[in-house]
C-alpha cells in the first residue's frame, strides 16, 4: 500500500489538540502516550495549537484493536502488526501517533503522525 503524505518536515506538523485547561504556552505536555509541545495556552476550550515530535505524518486505514476490538483515540501509539495498522504492541512493531479517532473494531483512515 503506498502511503499517502499528510504533512512533511517543510510544512512543520502543527495541529490544534485538546490539552487541558490552563496549559501554557512553551511547555511539553503529553496527549494519550503523544507528547506535544504547545505553541500556544490553551483557550477556553482547553485546546491550544501544538507541534508534534515529528517531521512527517500519513494518511493510513487504521484498525481500532488491539489483541480485541478496542478503540483508538488522538495520541495513541499506533503499531503496524503485519499488513494492518492498529494498538496491538503484542505483535506489532511501533510506527507512529495517531491524530485522528478510530471507533472499536472499525477500519477508518486517519492521520498518523510517524516516529522519528
Known sequence: MALKVKRDVNARIQIELTVGASKLKDTVEVIQEMPVYLLEDSDSNNKALCSLPSSLSVLLNVKGETTVNAAVAIGD????????????????????????????GATTEIEVALIG
Not at 80 to 104: C, E, I, P
Request: aromatic share 14%; net charge positive.
Open 77 to 104: 501509539k499506533i503499531y503496524k502488526d503485519g499488513s494492518t495498522y492498529n494498538r496491538d504492541a503484542t505483535n506489532g512493531v511501533l510506527f507512529g501517533y495517531a491524530l485522528g479517532a478510530v471507533s472499536s
